[in-house]
Nanobody, 119 residues
């Protein structure tokens, strides 16, 4: 199973970016999908996650600015980031729990995609 992330880039403060992450490979079902980020010198932290049924959990620092969504038919998760701030600058990683058959699942990480917000 591979997670392919895209959509990072450089944006000015107050701008928007949309990240996408598609899961591919031997997939029976995809459970929770989400985004984490890691800023220089800091630990990786949860940004937002969404269950297969659409239940969402996000970090308080992004509530009202970032929106997570998914397309179950495409095994893809999105992160719409609006009103970006310089403190949102980080490597963003997608994550997913993937069932390869009816009984067993593993968690996977995508490659990081860099988001840089200039002031």
């Amino acid at each position: 199973v591979q997670l392919q992330a895209s959509g990072g880039g450089l944006v000015q403060a107050g701008g928007s970016l949309r990240l996408s992450c598609a899961a591919s490979g031997r997939i029976y079902n995809v459970r929770d999908m989400g985004w984490y980020r890691q800023a220089p010198g800091k630990q990786r932290e949860l940004v937002a996650m969404i269950s297969a049924g659409g239940k969402i959990k996000d970090a308080g620092s992004v509530t009202g600015r970032f929106t997570i969504s998914r397309d179950n038919a495409k095994n893809t998760v999105y992160l719409q980031m609006d009103s970006l701030k310089p403190e949102d600058t980080a490597l963003y990683y997608c994550h997913a729990y993937v069932y390869s058959d009816m009984w067993s699942y593993s968690d996977y990480w995508g490659q990081g995609t860099l988001v840089t917000v200039s002031s």
